[in-house]
């Protein structure tokens, strides 16, 4: 299970334990805001909005505990996660282009 810590080990080298925790927890933060928003993100009201972001801070608190206090490896599968989204997305991008063109007369 070492091996898949390396971002945790990284940021503990140049660190130390100095606010480890809420360097993990905006890194959380970061990371899974823009999963949500490359995966999952529909155009809501702002009430509702602001309803799942806060839902989002209080989940993060979750995982980040259990990143740093458990050091399992929740920044690395972020990191994977936005990735395979990403890639997703732009796919998704150029096939509706390619379908656009070819429909266009």
């Known amino acids: 299970m070492d091996n898949f810590r390396l971002v945790f080990d990284y940021i503990l080298e140049i660190n130390g334990t100095d606010n480890i925790f809420w360097i993990f927890y905006v890194l959380n933060l970061v990371l899974s805001v823009i ?11 702002i009430l509702k909005t602001v309803i799942v972001y806060i839902m989002l801070l209080i989940g993060v608190f979750i995982i980040t505990i259990f990143s740093t206090v458990m050091r399992m490896p929740s920044v690395e599968s972020l990191i994977v996660i936005n990735l395979v989204l990403a890639i997703y997305r732009t796919r998704l991008h150029f096939q509706r282009k390619n379908k656009k063109e070819n429909t266009t007369p």
């Open 35 to 45: 999963a949500f928003e490359l995966g999952f993100a529909k155009k809501l009201p």
